[in-house]
Nanobody, 126 residues
Framework: VQLQASGGGLVQAGNSLSLSCAAS?????????MGWFRQAPGKEREFVAA???????YYSDSVKDRFIISRDDAKKTAYLQMSKLSPEDTAIYYC????????????????????WGQGTQVTVSS
């Protein structure tokens, strides 16, 4: 499984930005759990959002009601629509995938993600 994240950039606070994560590989994308994580300078990587194979979604408290994760199985792509951005959202955003057999863990991310994309920089100016 290869993941390619895109869509990052520089945006002013209060504005919106959308990220995409295109998957490739022989496995069936519709069975993937897709996730987004981010890592700000000097901080640990943190869970942002996830969407499972039924399209049920999960969010961290810091982005809930501002970010929306979605997926298009036909396009093998996951999305992260970010709104009401603030400078605190500045980070490198990574997409990730967990494939069957899923490994459920007791963390905010809920799954142990097996595959990671290269990251895309999101910078929010004040």
């Amino acid at each position: 499984v290869q993941l390619q994240a895109s869509g990052g950039g520089l945006v002013q606070a209060g504005n919106s930005l959308s990220l995409s994560c295109a998957a490739s590989g022989r496995r069936s994308f519709s069975t993937y759990v897709m996730g987004w994580f981010r890592q700000a300078p000097g901080k640990e990587r943190e869970f942002v959002a996830a969407i499972d194979w039924t399209s049920k979604t999960y969010y961290s408290d810091s982005v809930k009601d501002r970010f929306i994760i979605s997926r298009d199985d036909a396009k093998k792509t996951a999305y992260l629509q970010m709104s009401k951005l603030s400078p605190e959202d500045t980070a490198i955003y990574y997409c990730a995938a967990d494939v069957p057999p899923y490994i459920v863990v007791n963390t905010p991310a809920r799954w142990e993600f097996d595959y990671w994309g290269q990251g895309t920089q999101v910078t929010v100016s004040s």
